[in-house]
T-cell receptor, first 113, second 112 residues
Framework: SQQGEEDPQALSIQEGENATMNCSYK?????LQWYRQNSGRGLVHLIL?????REKHSGRLRVTLDTSKKSSSLLITASRAADTASYFC?????????????FGTGTRLAVRP | NAGVTQTPKFQVLKTGQSMTLQCAQD?????MYWYRQDPGMGLRLIYY???????DKGEVPNGYNVSRLNKREFSLRLESAAPSQTSVYFC???????????FGQGTRLTVV
């Protein structure tokens, strides 16, 4: 089964509103990352938060991490129509054998103009 | 700087045919990955390679084989394609799993 689960599966908001999506994972991690995917394209890295960090900002993005609850959230402020995409969290898994990067199921965000 | 290059972009196979998906990266990354993406399933890891000469199974390895030909190239082979392997396949690379990964543009494979 996949390491990460995003919630909600789909989100529709008006331009200018904030969008919040959540990720839960199963095992301990070194870092948690968020990626964006425009329809039909490859994934693009947005932001990385280390396991010893609780919050990180990058432009209109704010990521929080709660390792005790094994969860993270991505907040996009003042959303734009161009933010319409799918968003995925990704984790490494140091307690598992190997050096692998696994993704959650994603949140589809639609921003209405 | 090309990043991660996948070929082909599109492919239609008949059931039972074989094919190899090619992936190359020019960033001198150690780790490379193959994922498949199906509607509603997110990305599922098929195989990965933490370094040249090593490969390991991911979540859904059945029906696939891989080769880490050198540090740059990581190929995915379907020996006998099945309709259940219809999907979009992505190759990715990173310096290590806990660092930023770079993705190719994907291969849309249809098995009829």
């Amino acid at each position: 089964s996949q390491q990460g689960e995003e919630d909600p599966q789909a989100l529709s908001i008006q331009e200018g509103e904030n969008a919040t999506m959540n990720c839960s994972y199963k095992t301990s991690i070194n870092n948690l990352q968020w990626y964006r995917q425009n329809s039909g394209r490859g994934l693009v890295h947005l932001i990385l938060i280390r396991s010893n960090e609780r919050e990180k900002h990058s432009g209109r993005l704010r990521v929080t991490l709660d390792t005790s609850k094994k969860s993270s959230s991505l907040l996009i402020t003042a959303s734009r129509a161009a933010d319409t995409a799918s968003y995925f969290c990704a984790t490494d898994a140091p307690e598992s054998s190997g050096d692998k990067l696994t993704f959650g199921t994603g949140t589809r965000l639609a921003v209405r103009p | 700087n090309a990043g991660v290059t996948q070929t082909p972009k599109f492919q239609v196979l008949k059931t039972g045919q074989s094919m190899t998906l090619q992936c190359a990266q020019d960033m001198n990354h150690n780790s490379m990955y193959w994922y498949r993406q199906d509607p509603g399933m997110g990305l599922r890891l098929i195989y990965y390679s933490a370094s040249e000469g090593t490969t390991d199974k991911g979540e859904v390895p059945n029906g696939y084989n891989v080769s880490r030909l050198n540090k740059r190239e990581f190929s995915l082979r379907l020996e006998s394609a099945a309709p259940s392997q219809t999907s979009v396949y992505f190759c990715a690379s990173s310096e290590r799993a806990e660092l930023e990964a770079f993705f190719g543009q994907g291969t849309r494979l249809t098995v009829v």
